[in-house]
């Protein structure tokens, strides 16, 4: 396999990266490429094109989720010197930014395909993905409702409550203040909510990249 062949089948794990990610990770191994100047000592130092792009996904998702797992925990094998730096991910090219929660849960979904693990085993991951998603959207369905739904009330009763101004004055005041805290709450809950969804996006990728990562341990032991 050559420098061309070997970039082409990088392409098919990698080309479904958001696009600065992509453009990064493949200048990233361009420009491996063109350090070694031996294409075969590049290509024994990074190993197979799933091999590197599944290390180079892991050191992705662990930036943008702000993990500390390290792909040097699993890396092993006789590598080269420049293997062993990229393992440890001093030169994985920086993502783009921090990453949404759909392009988070993108990388996981990469990270799986690519990953050398058994057959069932990635059919458990896809699983746990999914069923992670669903409860996700379910969660994030809960929290709409109920901060509309607070929204609505608070709305409503400062219409309702503006019909007896006149009649007690008091009593329009408790019920303005009551429907402001009502619009508040709705409001709060739902970006209390955006920030918790997110927080169970980072926790079902940390939880299925440790998932990967011990089989990865397994496999080097």
Request: aromatic share 10%; proline share 4%; charged share 20%.
């Amino acid at each position: 396999m050559n420098r061309e062949q070997y970039l082409k089948e990088l392409r098919k794990y990698l080309k479904r990266l958001p696009k600065d990610d992509y453009e990064n990770a493949m200048e990233y191994f361009t420009e491996y490429f063109d350090d070694a100047g031996n294409d075969e000592e590049a290509i024994r130092e990074l190993g197979n094109p799933r091999e590197a792009a599944s290390e180079l996904l892991t050191a992705l998702l662990d930036k943008k989720t702000g993990d500390s797992l390290s792909v040097t925990t699993f890396s092993s094998g006789e590598t080269g010197q420049r293997g062993r730096r990229y393992r440890r991910g001093d030169s994985v090219p920086e993502p783009d930014s921090k990453g949404s929660p759909l392009s988070i849960l993108l990388i996981v979904c990469l990270s799986i395909l690519a990953a050398p693990i058994a057959a069932p085993l990635a059919l458990t991951a896809f699983v746990l993905l999914l069923v992670g998603v669903i409860l996700i959207l379910f969660a994030v369905f809960c929290v709409f409702v109920c901060s509309v739904s607070f929204v609505i009330i608070g709305v409503f009763s400062l219409i309702k409550g503006a019909a007896f101004a006149a009649a007690s004055v008091p009593g329009f005041l408790v019920i303005f203040g009551g429907s402001l805290l009502s619009v508040g709450l709705g409001v709060l809950l739902f970006i209390a909510g955006i920030f918790f969804c997110k927080w169970l996006v980072l926790a079902l990728a940390r939880l299925i990249q440790r998932m990967l990562h011990k089989r990865r341990v397994k496999k080097d032991e």
